[in-house]
């Protein structure tokens, strides 16, 4: 399967959570006006209280808030730190508990909202769960949280049928038998939740209901370089706007009937409009920023306090205008005995500058003049887009994942899409993925994970991503010894992200980390340190880019001596782990991604999921380094022996491997495999093999697997995959790696258990309490408690590869080459 065109490759925690801010003992949080009320989902009914307000309650670890557009963004959740979490879990009945593990379909999986996203904007037009839960939103943590109205006249004239995806939609009390007669004043109605069907693909989301069907088409295919790429193809990458198809079938019909497509503006800042332009272009739009269009002589405006009121006069020659309306709809004639699709183009655009901290601007406003330039030019090439949207549906059809998966991994790229931003510095491009619900700019340790979807789709995005760490967020510090306030030679890491919410960081800070900790907010400088060279070593790998691995000599041969340093200072004495603490942590620890999982995984000292990924690092910098002429090579190559005998050395009697070195905490964690995911990636897979120099290694990290994949050490009751036996907290992320590294390295797990794990994880990102934040990555016993909305999921585009390298491109045979 190829992800786009030619060019493509088919191969184929996280977040550590924020502390509580409040004493909570359940899962289920929403924004009230002015406090923050807590109510519970649906396994949790009975329960109730309340959370004082805070001023980053919008970190809150449950949950707080969505993504009303007058809120400044949006809101969400990060992490889940919160033991009062894990009280609650423990303290549920059996059923209960079953029940929240297990979650729950709802109307056949039909009503779950899914980021429907044009590549750089950040920008989602998101929809799906029942309610105004949905809408088109502009860098939010959340959904919209709008009315989005998508509805045709029904079978007595007069009366309308709408997808139950505005307010009040919801209530089974609105939903009725379309042949029956309508109450008098009855205009809307929304039609019953087993009326509509739905089929979401990895380039299109269809709902279909009576004589309805509206699709939403995602362009998912190889994004152009801006520094390489010519005006042309930079316009089709990254125009700001979605095609959307809305199809009648009035041939059953006598009489002409009107459809509509429609929002409810949530956007406290400035009013709804109504426009038309040249070329029949119409439009309905809040402001400057976004809003609906088509063109068509069969396309009418109209403008209301409500959607009812709009479809009142919807038959007349002049539909209601009213300016401070708050409702604005597009009507579509469809003449009778006739089958018509109308195309439309969902489009927004920011217009100046978009960030603080370091002033940027949408790179695409070097391409459009403003909302109806974008407008004009996404429904002029509409038939274009919506192909490439199928074209994406066909080639992961194709693929050799089964249903569960397919589903998760079209799940996780649209979510991936909603968080990216394509910023222009002066002349320069920047490619920011921002955190999910977080917003946090450039997270590394996403980054290190999403480069392997982007090194297939667009590695230009992750040498851009590396140079601006380089340019504006590395740091030099020095280390100290545990229990010792001697400080010893450090040497280059970067920094956690590079801001938050388009604010960015100082140079050489991150939004995140803090001074004196020893868990979350604490400094995560190894980590990061690692994360920088394998993305680096994946970027070499996939492109052939020599000139810049010249470049990056400098930079490679710094980072291996920093690695070195927070080892220990003599190289006698090394061991291939970290051992010693950045003096940026003033007393403190270094964390790891896993901050909020096992004590053990969130300490980054002695960290045996961190040492197998230094392990990756050191094959890899001995290669590269090696390639280059540089004498850095053999040091690279005596860490990486080091670092896989002292691993091995690990190994404990009942053939696990501990979360630290000298652990004694009594847990199985399936962490430890990950790094393997990076070894074959950078096609080292002879380190790989179980009689060679790591052969030690390799086989104690299959011994390792193959005993915790059990219940009641890393299975849920339900068949999911359990990060750590001692923790109910999860991150589907995560999980969708390890299955990789499971199924197609370590060959650990039988089909059947690894099939009802896809049904479980499926079944988890279905929830009906947690559902409406698309694709979600931290999970408490498969119910979503943060890391919403979240981009991190494309990890799962390494399943592509389980069944061989056969799987690979064109492009994807020639660039990445023989393994090593």
């Known amino acids: 399967m190829v992800l786009g065109g030619e060019d493509g490759i088919a191969h184929a925690g996280f977040r550590g959570g924020f502390r509580p801010l409040a004493r909570v003992q359940f899962a289920g949080v929403e924004a009230g006006g002015g406090k923050l009320s807590v109510t519970p989902p649906d396994a949790v009914e009975g329960i109730g209280a309340e959370?004082?307000?805070?001023?980053?309650?919008?970190?809150?670890?449950?949950?707080?808030?969505?993504?009303?557009?007058?809120?400044?963004?949006?809101?969400?959740?990060?992490?889940?730190?919160?033991?009062?979490?894990?009280?609650?879990?423990?303290?549920?009945?059996?059923?209960?508990?079953?029940?929240?593990?297990?979650?729950?379909?709802?109307?056949?999986?039909?009503?779950?909202?899914?980021?429907?996203?044009?590549?750089?904007?950040?920008?989602?037009?998101?929809?799906?769960?029942?309610?105004?839960?949905?809408?088109?939103?502009?860098?939010?943590?959340?959904?919209?949280?709008?009315?989005?109205?998508?509805?045709?006249?029904?079978?007595?004239?007069?009366?309308?049928?709408?997808?139950?995806?505005?307010?009040?939609?919801?209530?089974?009390?609105?939903?009725?038998?379309?042949?029956?007669?309508?109450?008098?004043?009855?205009?809307?109605?929304?039609?019953?939740?087993?009326?509509?069907?739905?089929?979401?693909?990895?380039?299109?989301?269809?709902?279909?209901?009576?004589?309805?069907?509206?699709?939403?088409?995602?362009?998912v295919e190889p994004l152009p370089d801006p520094d390489a790429a010519g005006k042309a193809a930079l316009r089709r990458a990254y125009v700001p706007a979605l095609v959307a198809e809305l199809e009648v079938d009035n041939r059953g019909h006598g009489q002409d009937r009107t459809a509509f497509v429609g929002f409810k503006g949530g956007q406290a800042d400035c009013a709804m409009r109504v426009m038309e332009g040249r070329g029949g272009l119409r439009g309905v739009a809040q402001g400057r920023s976004r809003g609906f269009f088509a063109r068509g002589s069969d396309v009418r405006v109209s403008q209301a306090f409500t959607m009812e009121k709009i479809l009142e006069r919807a038959g007349s020659p002049e539909p209601r205008c009213y300016g401070i309306g708050l409702v604005g709809a597009l009507l579509f004639r469809v003449p009778a005995r006739q089958r018509v699709v109308f195309r439309l183009a969902l489009c927004v655009y920011r217009e100046g500058k978009a960030t603080s901290g370091m002033d940027a601007s949408y790179y695409y406003t070097g391409l459009?003049?403003?909302?109806?330039?974008?407008?004009?030019?996404?429904?002029?090439?509409?038939?274009?887009?919506?192909?490439?949207?199928?074209?994406?549906?066909?080639?992961?059809?194709?693929?050799?994942?089964?249903?569960?998966?397919?589903?998760?991994?079209?799940?996780?790229?649209?979510?991936?899409?909603?968080?990216?931003?394509?910023?222009?510095?002066?002349?320069?491009p920047l490619w920011v993925v921002n955190e999910g619900a977080y917003r946090m700019m450039n997270t590394f340790d996403l980054t290190v994970d999403q480069v392997f979807f982007e090194s297939r789709l667009h590695p230009w995005t992750v040498r851009n991503v590396l140079d601006w760490y380089v340019r504006r967020y590395a740091c030099r510090d020095r280390v100290r010894m545990p229990d010792s306030g001697r400080l010893f030679p450090g040497g280059l890491s970067f920094t956690h992200d590079m801001g938050v919410a388009n604010v960015f960081s100082p140079k050489g800070r991150s939004s995140y980390e803090q001074p004196g900790l020893k868990g979350c907010f604490s400094y995560m400088t190894h980590e990061e340190l690692v994360n920088w060279v394998l993305c680096a070593l994946v970027y070499l790998r996939h492109t052939g880019d020599r000139a810049c691995a010249r470049r990056w000599r400098p930079v490679l041969e710094a980072c291996l001596e920093s690695m070195a340093n927070r080892d220990h200072d003599r190289d006698a004495e090394r061991t291939g782990l970290m051992s010693r603490d950045s003096a940026l942590c003033a007393g403190g620890e270094e964390i790891t991604t896993y901050d909020s999982l096992d004590p053990s995984l969130g300490r980054a000292r002695g960290s045996l999921y961190l040492g197998v990924k230094c392990w990756a690092a050191y094959l890899g910098l001995e290669r590269e380094l090696r390639a280059l002429g540089s004498s850095h090579a053999a040091l690279a190559g005596r860490q990486a022996l080091r670092a896989?005998?002292?691993?091995?050395?690990?190994?404990?009697?009942?053939?696990?491997?501990?979360?630290?070195?000298?652990?004694?905490?009594?847990?199985?964690?399936?962490?430890?495999?990950?790094?393997?995911?990076?070894?074959?990636?950078?096609?080292?897979?002879?380190?790989?093999?179980?009689?060679?120099?790591?052969?030690?290694?390799?086989?104690?990290?299959?011994?390792?697997?193959?005993?915790?994949?059990?219940?009641?050490?890393?299975?849920?009751?339900?068949?999911?995959?359990?990060?750590?036996?001692?923790?109910?907290?999860?991150?589907?992320?995560?999980?969708?790696?390890?299955?990789?590294?499971?199924?197609?390295?370590?060959?650990?797990?039988?089909?059947?258990?690894?099939?009802?794990?896809?049904?479980?994880?499926?079944?988890?990102?279905?929830?009906?309490?947690?559902?409406?934040?698309?694709?979600?990555?931290?999970?408490?016993?498969?119910?979503?408690?943060?890391?919403?909305?979240?981009?991190?999921?494309?990890?799962?585009?390494?399943?592509?590869?389980?069944?061989?390298?056969?799987?690979?491109?064109?492009?994807?045979?020639?660039n990445r080459g023989k393994e090593s």
């Open 51 to 219: 959370v004082e307000e805070h001023p980053i309650a919008q970190f809150h670890p449950l949950g707080l808030g969505g993504g009303r557009q007058s809120g400044g963004g949006g809101s969400g959740d990060h992490g889940c730190k919160s033991l009062k979490v894990e009280e609650y879990w423990r303290g549920l009945s059996p059923s209960k508990r079953k029940r929240g593990i297990r979650g729950d379909r709802g109307a056949e999986g039909v009503f779950y909202n899914v980021q429907h996203a044009p590549p750089g904007a950040f920008a989602s037009f998101t929809l799906g769960s029942l309610g105004a839960r949905g809408g088109l939103g502009l860098e939010l943590g959340g959904p919209a949280q709008e009315s989005v109205y998508i509805g045709v006249e029904g079978r007595r004239a007069g009366f309308y049928q709408a997808l139950p995806f505005y307010a009040g939609s919801e209530d089974p009390a609105r939903a009725y038998d379309p042949d029956a007669a309508p109450a008098p004043g009855d205009l809307l109605k929304a039609f019953a939740p087993g009326q509509v069907k739905r089929e979401l693909g990895l380039g299109t989301d269809e709902w279909r209901a009576g004589d309805l069907q509206f699709r939403v088409f995602t362009r």
């Open 368 to 428: 459009f003049s403003g909302l109806e330039g974008v407008a004009d030019y996404a429904l002029e090439h509409a038939v274009e887009l919506a192909a490439a949207g199928r074209k994406a549906d066909r080639e992961l059809a194709d693929s050799v994942l089964n249903p569960a998966q397919r589903w998760q991994l079209a799940h996780a790229v649209h979510s991936y899409h909603g968080s990216t931003q394509l910023l222009k510095v002066g002349r320069r």
């Open 644 to 814: 896989s005998a002292t691993l091995a050395a690990c190994r404990r009697p009942d053939g696990r491997l501990p979360a630290l070195a000298g652990d004694a905490l009594d847990s199985w964690v399936l962490p430890v495999v990950e790094g393997l995911a990076f070894v074959h990636e950078l096609r080292l897979d002879r380190a790989l093999d179980p009689q060679g120099p790591h052969g030690p290694l390799v086989r104690a990290l299959r011994e390792h697997a193959r005993k915790a994949l059990r219940p009641g050490r890393c299975l849920f009751p339900d068949g999911g995959i359990q990060l750590s036996s001692t923790s109910r907290n999860s991150w589907l992320s995560k999980i969708y790696l390890c299955q990789f590294v499971l199924r197609r390295l370590l060959r650990v797990g039988s089909r059947s258990l690894h099939r009802r794990a896809d049904e479980a994880h499926r079944a988890w990102l279905l929830h009906p309490s947690q559902s409406e934040w698309a694709w979600s990555d931290q999970m408490m016993e498969g119910v979503a408690c943060g890391s919403k909305y979240y981009p991190r999921g494309v990890t799962a585009v390494l399943w592509l590869e389980e069944s061989g390298p056969g799987l690979a491109g064109k492009a994807g045979k020639k």
